[in-house]
């Protein structure tokens, strides 16, 4: 039996051996033609590698103008929280009278001045809403650094301090969480 199976095998392999060569064979004659670009197609595909590319660069234009947006509102969340702590210890000397009120009174001033110095330079690269809030947020620090500079006190600091706190806040709406 061993025979038998051992010719069988042989013969198998020859076979395959005939009927691949046949396949390569025919795979490897000449085709009759010309060869021709599809237009419409080559023309879909150069569309849409186009709008993939552009769509790329967009939200990557998009993404760098968020990361600056949220660079921008935390500089201005710090700055306010530093103004204000500077403007509140003024304020403390103030109510109580402190022998250094003055000294306070001009690194107050000196505080928001620079807060409205800040939030003058970001404009330009900020949307519309938010530089409307700043530019604002500028203004009133500065009125309310002229008001402690000339020795104001009471009603007209506390109106100019809370517009400024109302304001802040809304600066803070307008940005984004990071």
Request: glycine fraction near 8%; hydrophobic fraction near 40%.
């Amino acid at each position: 039996m061993r025979t038998s199976s051992r010719r069988w095998g042989l013969l198998s392999a020859a076979a395959a051996a005939i009927v691949g060569a046949g396949v390569i064979a025919g795979c490897g004659g000449d085709i009759e033609g010309t060869a021709q670009q599809n237009d419409s197609q080559a023309a879909e595909y150069a569309a849409e590698a186009t709008s993939s590319s552009v769509a790329a660069s967009s939200s990557q234009e998009a993404a760098a103008e968020r990361e600056a947006l949220v660079e921008q509102c935390t500089m201005f969340v710090t700055r306010a929280g530093d103004t204000i702590d500077t403007y509140n210890t003024f304020i403390d000397a103030a109510n109580a009278e402190a022998a250094d009120t003055g000294a306070k009174a001009s690194a107050a001033a000196a505080a928001l001045r620079s807060a409205a110095d800040g939030a003058n330079a970001a404009t330009p690269a900020l949307p519309p809403d938010l530089t409307g809030l700043l530019t604002d947020y500028a203004n009133n620090y500065r009125e309310l650094a002229a008001a402690v500079d000339s020795g104001q006190r009471g009603d007209i600091l506390n109106t100019l301090a809370s517009r400024g706190d109302e304001l802040s806040d809304s600066i803070r709406a307008a940005c984004p969480t990071s």
